[in-house]
Each structure stands twice: as C-alpha cells, then as structure tokens.
C-alpha cells in the first residue's frame, strides 16, 4: 500500500525557514517523480515544486522560486522541502504527492495527508 | 504561463441530476489534463488523467472529456458523496498549474 507521510511543519515567524519531509513506502520510490502542493486555507491547490526520480530535473513555482529547494534521498524513500525567506502567503498546508506513472508525467495518484506550515509573527 | 479557468466556481444541483465542469486552458494544452475531487476535509484524489481516463476505481458516473484549449468533467447523476471541490490541472509543461477549483453542493 502506498503511503506518504508529510511531516515538519509548524509555526514560523516572517522571514524564518523549515524543512518539511515526506516519507514514502508501498512503492519504488527512485522511480517515481514527487511533487509538493500546497493549500491555503479556504483557498485551491497550487502546485509549488516537483522532483524527477533520478533527482536530475527540478521545477519551481514563481512564487517559491529562489526562496524554496526541493530535494530527496532514494536511500531514505525521504523527498524533502527547504523553505527559506518564509512569507506570510507561505502559509498553507503543504502536501506530497506521487506521479501516477513512471518518467516524470506530473499528474499525481497519491496523496499524503499534508502538513500545516503558519508564517506570523 | 498557460492559464487554467474552471466555470462554474460553484454550482448547487440536486440528486440525480447531471452535472457539468468547464476548464478551459489559456493555449492549448492537447489532452495532458487531469481531474481531482477533493471533499471536505479530505486529501485529493485523482478522478481523470489524459483529458478522459478514469482511473482506476472512480465510479463510471464520472467522465472528462475535451483537448486542446476545452475541456469538461461530467457527473452523470449527482450523488450525495460528490459533495466536493472539483480542480483540472495541467501537465503538458510547466508550471503544473490547477484550476481555481469548483465547489459541488446538493439542493
């Protein structure tokens, strides 16, 4: 059974940084690439960064561009989020999420239950 | 960017009825379109990829159709578990974007 559980999240004043993490099993997961989505609350989903399998290719938002760095190790199963220069409309619930199919389609099967990430002061 | 504009942004409809999603993309986007519901509370769930596959365990009153610049999430007949927020997303390129979502209620 797949699962991805996010963790890291919490309260952060502006300005400040976290480190979310998503643990994946049920699945091979250097195959697959990973992809963080966030939520604000009351709001819609907006895609922030995906990974390839391999790790090679990476893709930003605009909006986290320069101020986010998605990472993962295969060794771990672990996919990683770096959030630096954290802003108010950072917050959000972030959410991992898997490609439904192998070599990077960017369209996502699994979800884990995301992880609440509050910038304020 | 290719700009994703899902209509209605919410809709009320009665059990039963058919009930009907547009998202429409900016420049076309061929048939690299996906559907998710999401109900409250809950996590995403993927409905439809490729502009009109359903995946696997989705009941079949769910279809998509459409490519190119203009797509539609069908639900043949309105269930009270369909209660939920409905978003396209885009993947022929980057950015990966969503549409702004639609909000589904029973009458």
């Known amino acids: 059974e797949v699962q991805l559980v996010e963790s890291g999240g919490g309260l952060v004043q502006p300005g400040g940084s976290l480190r979310l993490s998503c643990a994946a099993s049920?699945?091979?997961?250097?195959?697959?690439?990973m992809t963080w989505v966030r939520q604000a609350p009351g709001k819609g989903l907006e895609w922030v960064s995906s990974?390839?399998?391999?790790?090679?290719?990476?893709f930003y938002a605009d909006s986290v561009k320069g101020r986010f760095t998605i990472s993962r190790d295969n060794s771990k199963n672990t996919l990683y989020l770096q959030m630096n220069s954290l802003r108010g409309e950072d917050t959000a619930v972030y959410y991992c999420?898997?490609?439904?199919?192998?070599?990077?389609?960017?369209?996502?099967?699994?979800w884990g239950r995301g992880t609440l990430v509050t910038v304020s002061s | 960017d290719i700009q994703m504009t899902q209509s209605p942004s919410s809709l009320s409809a009665s059990v039963g009825d058919r009930v009907t999603i547009t998202c429409r993309a900016s420049?076309?986007?061929?048939?690299?379109l996906a559907w998710y519901q999401q109900k409250p509370g809950k996590v995403p769930k993927l409905l439809i990829y490729?502009?009109?596959t359903l995946q696997s365990g989705v009941p079949s009153r769910f279809t998509g159709s459409g490519s190119g610049t203009d797509f539609t999430l069908t639900i043949s007949s309105l269930q009270p578990e369909d209660v939920a927020a409905y978003y396209c997303?885009?993947?022929?390129?980057?950015?990966?974007?969503f549409g702004q979502g639609t909000k589904v209620e029973i009458k």
């Open positions: 990974m390839s399998g391999s790790g090679g290719s990476t």
């Open positions: 420049q076309g986007i061929s048939n690299y």
């Open positions: 999420a898997k490609d439904r199919v192998e070599g990077g389609w960017y369209y996502f099967d699994y």
């Open positions: 049920g699945f091979t997961f250097r195959t697959y690439a």
């Open positions: 997303q885009k993947y022929n390129s980057v950015p990966w974007t």
């Open positions: 490729a502009a009109s």
